[in-house]
Each structure stands twice: as C-alpha cells, then as structure tokens.
T-cell receptor, first 119, second 114 residues
Framework: GAGVSQSPRYKVTKRGQDVALRCDPI?????LYWYRQALGQGPEFLTY????????KSGLPNDRFSAERPEGSISTLTIQRTEQRDSAMYRC?????????????????FGPGTRLTVL | GQQLNQSPQSMFIQEGEDVSMNCTSS?????WLWYKQDPGEGPVLLIA?????ELTSNGRLTAQFGITRKDSFLNISASIPSDVGIYFC??????????????FGKGITLSVRP
C-alpha cells in the first residue's frame, strides 16, 4: 500500500490481558516510530527503530510495554497485563533514515492508529 | 513527557477569514513541523521548517520558524470548510538517534463557520 497501515484499527480488551498492535510502514522506510496519543493531547513518543534495531525506548512507560521489528519491516508493539490507563490511540510513523533528497521527503508519515480501550 | 505549548485549545472562525496559531517551547528545536489531523486519520504533514527565521508557504498556508528556535507560527488565509481539523505543531532536534523523535503540542481544534 501507499501509506502506513496499522491493525487492528480498534481493540477492546479486558484489564490484565495482553495485546499486540501491528504497524506496516511505507515500503522503503528504514525508520519506524511508535507514539501514544491520549484524548485532547498530541502524540507522545514511545520508541523507534532503524531497520530491526531498537534505537531509543526511552518513551515506553514501564516494562509492560515492548516493541520489536525482527525483519526491519513490520513492527509489533506489545502491552502485557493491560491496565485501564493504557487506553489511548497508538500511532505508528515511518520515515527514511537521515537525509535523502528533498528535506520534507524525510519527515515522518503517520498511520491511522489503533484505538485501544481497556475495560 | 514534554509537550509544546499551543493555545487556545479551540478556535472558531468564519469562512473566508484568516487565522493564525503559534507554538512555543522551552527547548530549542532544529526543525519545526505543522501537522493536521482529521477525524479517524493520522496526522498529515502540512509544512516543514528547517532554518531559524525561515518563512515557508504551501498554498494558503504560511509558517515561520522563530529566530530563537523556540517558536513557530502557522497562518491559514481565506479559510474554507475543509480546513476544519486539529492542527499540531511538532519539533525535532535532528535526524538521527534520540534527536529524531518528534515532540508535539496538544493541538488546536479549528472550526470554520460557513
């Protein structure tokens, strides 16, 4: 596809369950970012990858959150033992790595997000 | 986490009017970005600014990168109904490493009365 895709678009789960959120970046994009967006807020950084290597996970709130990108393409964000406070929109973005050509071409393109609701 | 300062939270304007919104930060950023988010969609990049003092236009949109590198503004001229949405500013320190992550404002919801 042409853009970043995420699945599922909506996920409702019960407190204590594990969830896995998937992101499929734009073809050719080396860098992949995860953000979390609460209602009425802007996206907040969670973690990011270049190829399969996790470069920065400083935004992950606690050790229940983890992410992987084993083949340098699709990424999965996993939340274990979900809590109600984990409810939010989870957004994925991808970009080229570093600078290549026209500058704005290197910016992050966002997917539609996964709306997670923990009951 | 840190968020950039955008206010007010909501703006209501008449179709055809111009509107300006600004964004400030306590930290310096080397790139300023403006995104628009429509319901059910992810943020879409409107304008990117790369140099302090830079003024850039994209159709009816004009944005400026503040000289101090701690602020930016976005102007929309002759607003139309499809300008409705949430406008986010974002700052980035660099292109690699921890600097490549984006720091966003809370967003301004723009409503346009026909």
């Amino acid at each position: 596809g042409a853009g970043v895709s995420q699945s599922p678009r909506y996920k409702v789960t019960k407190r204590g369950q594990d969830v896995a959120l998937r992101c499929d970046p734009i073809s050719g994009h080396v860098s992949l970012y995860w953000y979390r967006q609460a209602l009425g807020q802007g996206p907040e950084f969670l973690t990011y990858f270049n190829y399969e290597a996790q470069q920065d996970k400083s935004g992950l709130p606690n050790d229940r959150f983890s992410a992987e990108r084993p083949e340098g393409s699709i990424s999965t964000l996993t939340i274990q033992r979900t809590e109600q406070r984990d409810s939010a929109m989870y957004r994925c973005a991808s970009s080229f790595f570093g600078l290549a050509g026209e500058r704005s071409y290197n910016e992050q393109f966002f997917g539609p997000g996964t709306r997670l609701t923990v009951l | 986490g840190q968020q950039l300062n955008q206010s007010p939270q909501s703006m209501f304007i008449q179709e055809g009017e111009d509107v300006s919104m600004n964004c400030t930060s306590s930290s310096i950023f080397n790139t300023w970005l403006w995104y628009k988010q429509d319901p059910g969609e992810g943020p879409v990049l409107l304008i990117a600014l790369y140099k302090a003092g830079e003024l850039t236009s994209n159709g009816r949109l004009t944005a400026q990168f503040g000289i101090t590198r701690k602020d930016s503004f976005l102007n929309i001229s002759a607003s139309i109904p499809s300008d409705v949405g949430i406008y986010f500013c974002a700052g980035r320190g660099g292109y690699t490493g921890a600097n490549s992550k984006l720091t966003f404002g809370k967003g301004i919801t723009l409503s346009v009365r026909p």
